[in-house]
């Protein structure tokens, strides 16, 4: 089963995201993008980030940074969930490279085939991805 660590601060979202995703993929869910670097750092990697853009400690687009900074998180794709539906954050996630990004409130079945379509590209790593 691949692994999912999903990085949320609300509390409501988290319990969403893990009953969509229960029973299809093991999820880890962290507050913020600070824990979630740590556990990162002392745990087997993950397959997929899913990670909140606006968080305490270390946004979304800071979180993207290191991701993309270090040799080792680099090759992990990260979707982005936003409530901002700002073309230049939009743009910036993915510049910094993250896979997606998707606009909150969103269909359980859209995140769900976002996931499913990521892990395809990463698969066939010479299809186009954006």
């Not at 556990?39 to 270390?58: G, K, R």
């Not at 979707?79 to 910036?92: H, T, V």
């Given at each position: 089963m691949k692994k999912l660590l999903i990085i949320e601060d609300d509390e409501p979202l988290c319990w969403l995201l893990e009953r969509i995703l229960n029973g299809k993929y093991e999820s880890i869910i962290m507050q913020n993008?600070?824990?979630?670097?740590?556990?990162?750092?002392?745990?087997?990697?993950?397959?997929?980030?899913?990670?909140?853009?606006?968080?305490?400690?270390?946004?979304?687009?800071?979180?993207?940074e290191n991701v993309q900074t270090s040799g080792i998180l680099r090759n992990i794709p990260v979707?982005?969930?936003?409530?901002?539906?700002?073309?230049?954050?939009?743009?910036?996630c993915l510049d910094l490279g993250a896979s997606s990004y998707l606009i909150k409130p969103f269909e359980p079945q859209l995140l769900l085939k976002e996931i499913e379509d990521t892990f395809k590209r990463v698969e066939k790593p010479l299809a186009i991805n954006r």
């Open positions: 993008g600070l824990d979630a670097l740590s556990w990162l750092s002392a745990n087997p990697l993950p397959d997929l980030i899913i990670s909140d853009l606006n968080m305490p400690s270390l946004d979304g687009i800071e979180l993207l979707i982005i969930l936003s409530g901002s539906e700002d073309p230049e954050k939009r743009k910036k």
